[in-house]
């Protein structure tokens, strides 16, 4: 096996999460850079030092892949997974990404909930008046309303504040890539 | 060279490097590392990048060895970007410069 080949293996091996015809466009760049080096008279081993470790480049190449995905998809999941990809680049990242990150998760996570629980007690009022005629029905059912009524505002307001906080995270992520991107040399 | 600064002006090289007439990846990837020490490997991400961001377009084309090679064309927002860029590097720069000058007067 040539170093060439050994070279691609490693790297298309670490790709693996990428679909196929992505993966293979990111990693065409890297063949033809071979072929490329060779064709000027370099040795395969000296293109290999060149490019640089495997691991380090599958790590950005994943992060634009995970950060892309995330653009596309708005899915939370992988927001987080865009997230990850960038802690992996260095330990800078562990404290100024994945720390805000997920403290501004739950903190979000908290308020939905707190905005479920609002929902909730209304209907908790009218079972609780049909149950033990704690309140009349009028009564409860008001109650229920005015609950419904805040807790619909709670999700509204929450909603944008939840996007706003998905854009915000990727911007962050594009932002702090560019300056940390690639410690590897 | 000090990394953070290097991985800062690589995208503004990059950019500059394709406005005259349209670049493949190696030359591209080779040019950069001659100047700065930075691994080839790691323009090729950002390469992608600034194509996911509409910077670059791209297209293959056949050379007269091997297989056809992939050639970076810049976009009309490429251009602007760098201009933006190239901008912003400027005042950066004129504000280093004056600061140092300042400090280092007799």
């Known amino acids: ?185 | 060279m000090n990394i953070q600064f290097k991985k800062g002006v690589l995208e503004i090289c990059v950019l500059v490097l394709a406005t005259r007439g349209d670049r493949y990846g190696y030359e591209l990837a080779v040019k950069i590392s001659e100047k700065f020490e930075v691994a080839v490997g790691s323009v090729y991400p950002l390469l992608s990048r600034l194509t996911q961001d509409g910077y670059f377009s791209t297209y293959l084309k056949e050379s007269n060895e091997g297989p056809p090679r992939k050639y970076y064309q810049l976009t009309q927002e490429g251009w602007s970007h760098m201009r933006r860029l190239i901008a912003e590097w400027e005042s950066f720069t004129k504000s280093v410069n004056e600061i140092v000058e300042e400090g280092l007067k007799p």
């Open chain 1, 1 to 185: 096996m040539t170093t060439r080949d050994r070279y691609m293996l490693e790297l298309e091996g670490m790709l693996s999460v990428i679909p196929e015809v992505q993966r293979k466009e990111w990693l065409y760049d890297y063949y033809i850079h071979f072929q490329q080096a060779v064709e000027n008279g370099q040795s395969e081993e000296d293109a290999a030092l060149e490019l640089g470790d495997p691991k380090l480049i599958a790590n950005e190449i994943l992060l634009s892949y995970r950060v892309g995905q995330a653009e596309k998809t708005g899915s939370f999941g992988k927001l987080s997974k865009a997230v990850f990809a960038t802690v992996s680049l260095g330990l800078f990242n562990v404290i100024f990404i994945l720390g805000p990150y997920l403290a501004l998760a739950a903190v979000i996570l908290a308020l939905w909930a707190s905005a479920a629980a609002v929902a909730l007690s209304g209907v908790a009022v009218i079972i609780e008046s049909v149950w033990n005629d704690t309140f009349s029905l009028a009564q409860a059912f008001t109650v229920c309303l005015i609950t419904s009524a805040i807790a619909l505002l709670l999700f509204i307001g929450l909603k944008s504040l939840t996007t706003s906080f998905y854009k915000l995270t990727l911007k962050y992520l594009k932002f702090s890539t560019r300056i940390v991107k690639g410690n590897n040399k």
